[in-house]
C-alpha cells in the first residue's frame, strides 16, 4: 500500500482569524504559556514574543539541529528579542502592554515586580489589560517561590500514582502533560477575561499555575476517596469503571485498544467474539460483574484478538459495531487516511527540513465562521523588531537600543 500523502498548506500572510486586533506581549517560556499564546495566535491575536538574548527556551529543544519544538509551538508569532535586565527594555515592555489586550509572562512570581512590570501598575496604564502569570505552584501558598516544572506537578498532583502497572513504581507520562493542561485551561480562561474586558473595560489577573489545571482532570478521585476511604490503584492500561477495556496484541505483533463502556456495546463485543453465552453469565451479566472477574474476561478477550492480525481485527470488530482502535505511533499516523483527510497534521514549507516540509498539526479547535489560520512560520530570533518598535520609537531610537545591547537580534 502507498503511503498516504498529508496535504500541504503553505503560509497566508492576509489570513485573518476571529481574534484580528487582540495583541498580545508574551513573555512566556517553554510550553504552557506557548501553548497557550499558539490557541490565541492560530486563531488570529497579534502575538509578539518577547525574547530573551538567547531566545526562548524552545529554541533549544532540536532534533539534528530544527527547532521542531519551536517550529510547532511559536508558529503564527513575532518575534522582539530584548535584554531584560536592562530598564530601558523593561520600559519597552511596559509601553507594549500599554497598547495591548493581553500580557502573559511565565517568570517565578517576584521577577515581574522585580522589572517594575507589576501587574498593577500595568493595570493602572490600561486598565483593560488581561495578565496571565503562569507559574509551577501559583502566586500564592507556600510554594509560591518554588521552580515547577511539569514533571513536578505531575507527581504532586496524584497523576503518578494512579499511572502505570500495581507492580511496578509509578509513572510519569512521556511528554508535557502538566503544561498542556495548564495551556488549555489558561488559553479559555484568557479569553473568558478578554470577553469581560471588552465587555466592561476591566482588566484583570489570571493566577494560573501547573498545579491547579493538573489536579483539575484527575477529579472525582479525592472525593471517590473521602466517600470510601480506598486509594485508586494503578491499573495499567485497564478501566476501574468498565470492563472489558485494555489494550491487546494482535497476532502480527500490533496493538488495539477496545473499550466497552456501555451494556450494549458489552453484548455487541461477546456475539461478535461467537460467545453470545457470556451475556447472561453470571460473571459477565453487568458491569458490575465485569469488573469483579475482569482478568477472566480479559483473556477472553485477549485470546479472540491474538488469533488475529491487527487489519483482521479492526475490520471484523468494525463490521460488528465495536469500538475498537489501533495504537499508532508518530511513523503510523504520517501515514494514515484519516489523519491525512481531517487535516489533523498537515505539512508546510520550512527550508530546514531534509524534504523542505515539515509536519505538524493543523488548525485546533474547528470552527466553521471563523476557523484557525497559518498565517506565518514560527519566527527568527528577533525577526519583528523593526516591525514592532519602529512605529513605537522610531528608526534613531530603534538603532540606538540596537548599539546600546538593549535590542538584540
Given at each position: 500500500?502507498?503511503?498516504?500523502?498529508?496535504?500541504?498548506?503553505?503560509?497566508?500572510?492576509?489570513?485573518?482569524?476571529?481574534?484580528?486586533?487582540?495583541?498580545?506581549?508574551?513573555?512566556?517560556?517553554?510550553?504552557?504559556?506557548?501553548?497557550?499564546?499558539?490557541?490565541?495566535?492560530?486563531?488570529?491575536?497579534?502575538?509578539?514574543?518577547?525574547?530573551?538574548?538567547?531566545?526562548?527556551?524552545?529554541?533549544?529543544?532540536?532534533?539534528?539541529?530544527?527547532?521542531?519544538?519551536?517550529?510547532?509551538?511559536?508558529?503564527?508569532?513575532?518575534?522582539?528579542?530584548?535584554?531584560?535586565?536592562?530598564?530601558?527594555?523593561?520600559?519597552?515592555?511596559?509601553?507594549?502592554?500599554?497598547?495591548?489586550?493581553?500580557?502573559?509572562?511565565?517568570?517565578?512570581?517576584?521577577v515581574l515586580e522585580a522589572m517594575?512590570?507589576?501587574?498593577?501598575?500595568?493595570?493602572?496604564?490600561?486598565?483593560?489589560?488581561?495578565?496571565?502569570?503562569?507559574?509551577?505552584?501559583?502566586?500564592?501558598?507556600?510554594?509560591?517561590?518554588?521552580?515547577?516544572?511539569?514533571?513536578?506537578?505531575?507527581?504532586?498532583?496524584?497523576?503518578?500514582?494512579?499511572?502505570?502497572?500495581?507492580?511496578?513504581?509509578?509513572?510519569?507520562?512521556?511528554?508535557?502533560?502538566?503544561?498542556?493542561?495548564?495551556?488549555?485551561?489558561?488559553?479559555?480562561?484568557?479569553?473568558?477575561?478578554?470577553?469581560?474586558?471588552?465587555?466592561?473595560?476591566?482588566?484583570?489577573?489570571?493566577?494560573?499555575?501547573?498545579?491547579?489545571?493538573?489536579?483539575?482532570?484527575?477529579?472525582?478521585?479525592?472525593?471517590?476517596?473521602?466517600?470510601?476511604?480506598?486509594?485508586?490503584?494503578?491499573?495499567?492500561?485497564?478501566?476501574?469503571?468498565?470492563?472489558?477495556?485494555?489494550?491487546?496484541r494482535t497476532k502480527d505483533g500490533?496493538?488495539?485498544?477496545?473499550?466497552?463502556?456501555?451494556?450494549?456495546?458489552?453484548?455487541?463485543?461477546?456475539r461478535s467474539i461467537g460467545r453470545?453465552?457470556?451475556?447472561?453469565?453470571?460473571?459477565?451479566?453487568?458491569?458490575?460483574?465485569?469488573?469483579?472477574?475482569?482478568?477472566?474476561?480479559?483473556?477472553?478477550?485477549?485470546?479472540?484478538?491474538?488469533?488475529?492480525?491487527?487489519?483482521?481485527?479492526?475490520?471484523?470488530?468494525?463490521?460488528?459495531?465495536?469500538?475498537?482502535?489501533?495504537?499508532?505511533?508518530?511513523?503510523?499516523?504520517?501515514?494514515?487516511?484519516?489523519?491525512?483527510?481531517?487535516?489533523?497534521?498537515?505539512?508546510?514549507?520550512?527550508?530546514?527540513?531534509?524534504?523542505?516540509?515539515?509536519?505538524?498539526?493543523?488548525?485546533?479547535?474547528?470552527?466553521?465562521?471563523?476557523?484557525?489560520?497559518?498565517?506565518?512560520?514560527?519566527?527568527?530570533?528577533?525577526?519583528?523588531?523593526?516591525?514592532?518598535?519602529?512605529?513605537?520609537?522610531?528608526?534613531?531610537?530603534?538603532?540606538?537600543?540596537?548599539?546600546?545591547?538593549?535590542?538584540?537580534?
Amino acid at each position: 500500500m502507498s503511503p498516504t500523502p498529508l496535504h500541504r498548506r503553505d503560509f497566508d500572510p492576509s489570513a485573518r482569524g476571529a481574534l484580528d486586533g487582540v495583541r498580545v506581549i508574551d513573555l512566556s517560556r517553554l510550553v504552557a504559556g506557548n501553548l497557550l499564546t499558539k490557541v490565541l495566535a492560530d486563531h488570529g491575536a497579534e502575538v509578539v514574543k518577547v525574547e530573551p538574548p538567547e531566545g526562548d527556551s524552545l529554541r533549544a529543544w532540536k532534533v539534528q539541529g530544527i527547532e521542531t519544538s519551536w517550529k510547532t509551538w511559536c508558529r503564527n508569532k513575532r518575534s522582539l528579542c530584548l535584554d531584560l535586565r536592562h530598564a530601558e527594555a523593561q520600559a519597552l515592555v511596559r509601553r507594549l502592554a500599554e497598547g495591548a489586550s493581553m500580557l502573559v509572562e511565565s517568570f517565578r512570581p517576584g521577577v515581574l515586580e522585580a522589572m517594575r512590570l507589576e501587574p498593577a501598575a500595568l493595570l493602572q496604564a490600561n486598565p483593560s489589560l488581561v495578565i496571565v502569570r503562569v507559574s509551577g505552584w501559583g502566586q500564592t501558598g507556600p510554594f509560591r517561590h518554588k521552580p515547577g516544572f511539569g514533571t513536578l506537578v505531575e507527581g504532586y498532583s496524584g497523576f503518578a500514582s494512579i499511572n502505570g502497572f500495581a507492580d511496578r513504581e509509578p509513572v510519569l507520562p512521556p511528554m508535557f502533560m502538566g503544561d498542556a493542561y495548564a495551556g488549555l485551561y489558561g488559553s479559555a480562561a484568557a479569553l473568558i477575561a478578554l470577553r469581560h474586558a471588552e465587555a466592561t473595560g476591566q482588566g484583570q489577573v489570571i493566577d494560573l499555575s501547573l498545579f491547579d489545571p493538573m489536579l483539575a482532570v484527575l477529579e472525582p478521585q479525592t472525593a471517590n476517596y473521602a466517600i470510601t476511604g480506598k486509594l485508586k490503584q494503578r491499573t495499567g492500561s485497564r478501566s476501574t469503571n468498565t470492563a472489558p477495556r485494555n489494550a491487546y496484541r494482535t497476532k502480527d505483533g500490533g496493538w488495539v485498544c477496545l473499550s466497552s463502556s456501555t451494556q450494549g456495546m458489552t453484548e455487541k463485543l461477546f456475539r461478535s467474539i461467537g460467545r453470545p453465552e457470556l451475556i447472561e453469565d453470571p460473571r459477565f451479566r453487568t458491569n458490575p460483574d465485569r469488573l469483579r472477574n475482569w482478568e477472566v474476561l480479559d483473556s477472553i478477550v485477549a485470546g479472540f484478538v491474538a488469533e488475529r492480525t491487527t487489519a483482521e481485527n479492526l475490520a471484523h470488530f468494525d463490521t460488528a459495531g465495536v469500538t475498537i482502535g489501533p495504537i499508532k505511533d508518530a511513523a503510523g499516523l504520517l501515514d494514515d487516511a484519516f489523519v491525512a483527510e481531517r487535516e489533523s497534521l498537515v505539512e508546510v514549507p520550512d527550508e530546514s527540513m531534509p524534504s523542505g516540509w515539515l509536519p505538524m498539526h493543523g488548525e485546533v479547535p474547528r470552527l466553521s465562521a471563523t476557523p484557525g489560520i497559518l498565517a506565518r512560520p514560527a519566527p527568527k530570533l528577533g525577526e519583528h523588531n523593526e516591525e514592532i518598535l519602529a512605529p513605537l520609537i522610531g528608526t534613531e531610537e530603534l538603532a540606538r537600543l540596537r548599539d546600546a545591547g538593549i535590542v538584540r537580534g
